[in-house]
């Protein structure tokens, strides 16, 4: 007979109901991927912060879901599989345990300018510089001028935090209170938008799940923004699979997967914006979250998060 599996679904808070369960639906959608995944011999656990890693798959207590209550566990739990939902980078490498997503990936993605060099010939221009100094150098590199518009952004930093696309001229050396770990990216025009499914600027995500494009959401920037990020006021709305265009299901298939594919079991999504040069890739992301009841297709997304959890802690390699 084989033994009970376990999950273990690691946060950066320390507290119990730090986020994400302080946001929004998220402790009712976790309730519901949980209780798919316990249809079946395993064990959920949510874990919090880097301290309570003792190495070996092996956390110092935890919190469990008990007929829509969190309770505290206060035993070791030895995981068998370690679901990475980090906002804070605070997660140590785990080499000793199984984690969605691998560390390696996992910093693939979080990597930005990683990223840009791995996947350079879909990427936009990409350059790491540490001071505004390195700004002007590149300026003169690459003959910008100060009307043309330009890309900055912190190389770690999500939901379009710590980003400005502006003239070149408008950058100073004030921009950023410190310039270490920022990125200087051509500027995209979107504006042709993509046929038959946005009109101007936009910023295609597309969610992948070992391999198979599992969802989509195209997201449109707020008037006078070009950040696409709900968080930042965008809009958006879910992309059918079937809809979404031949050429980033390319890019996907032939240039992405066939890089990311020994990270298995994997999970990211992969940010697009058309050009009238072709498809970009703007961004990888390892930590795709749950959707919320309002999205139209929570349950197919958040199910299908469920059963790679399933899958993945019920294959022993």
């Known amino acids: 007979m084989n033994r009970r599996k376990t999950i273990t679904i690691y946060f950066s808070d320390p507290e119990p109901m730090g986020y994400p369960f302080n946001e929004g639906e998220y402790f009712d959608r976790y309730q519901d991927v949980i209780s798919d995944i316990t249809k079946y011999p395993i064990d959920v656990y949510f874990v919090r912060g880097k301290n309570s890693y003792e190495g070996n798959g ?9 007929n829509g209550e969190l309770k505290e566990y206060k035993n070791k739990i030895k995981a068998d599989l370690i679901f990475n939902r980090d906002d804070k980078n605070t997660i140590p490498k785990i080499y000793d345990c199984k984690v969605i997503n691998h560390p390696d990936f996992d910093e693939l993605a979080l990597d930005k300018h990683l990223t840009a060099q791995t996947f350079e010939e879909i990427s936009p221009r990409t350059d790491l510089i540490n001071s505004y100094e390195e700004f002007i150098g590149k300026m003169k590199e690459y003959a910008i001028g100060n009307g043309d518009r330009v890309v900055l952004k912190k190389n770690y930093l999500t939901e379009g935090r710590g980003i400005f696309i502006i003239n070149a001229g408008e950058v100073s050396e004030h ?3 410190d310039w270490h770990d920022v990125l200087l990216q ?3 025009d979107a504006t042709c938008g993509i046929h038959n499914l946005v009109q101007g600027n936009h910023d295609l995500r597309v969610e992948v799940i070992n391999g198979e494009i599992a969802h989509s959401l195209m997201r449109m920037p707020k008037k006078g923004s070009f950040l696409a990020n709900v968080s930042q006021g965008g809009d958006s709305f879910t992309v059918q699979v079937s809809d979404i265009p031949k050429d980033v299901v390319n890019i996907i298939c032939h240039d992405i ?4 594919d020994k990270y298995r079991p994997l999970l990211y999504s992969a940010d697009f914006m058309n050009t ?13 979250g749950l959707l919320f009841a309002y999205e139209a297709t929570y349950k197919q997304w ?8 399933i899958e993945a802690v019920q294959n022993d390699k």
């Open 257 to 260: 997967q066939p890089k990311v």
């Open 175 to 177: 921009t950023y209170d």
């Open 302 to 309: 958040n199910g299908k998060i469920a059963q790679m959890l």
């Open 186 to 188: 051509e500027f995209l």
């Open 276 to 288: 009238k040069e072709g498809f970009k890739l703007l961004e990888l992301n390892s930590r795709p």
């Open 58 to 66: 092996v956390f110092s207590h935890g919190w469990y879901f008990d």
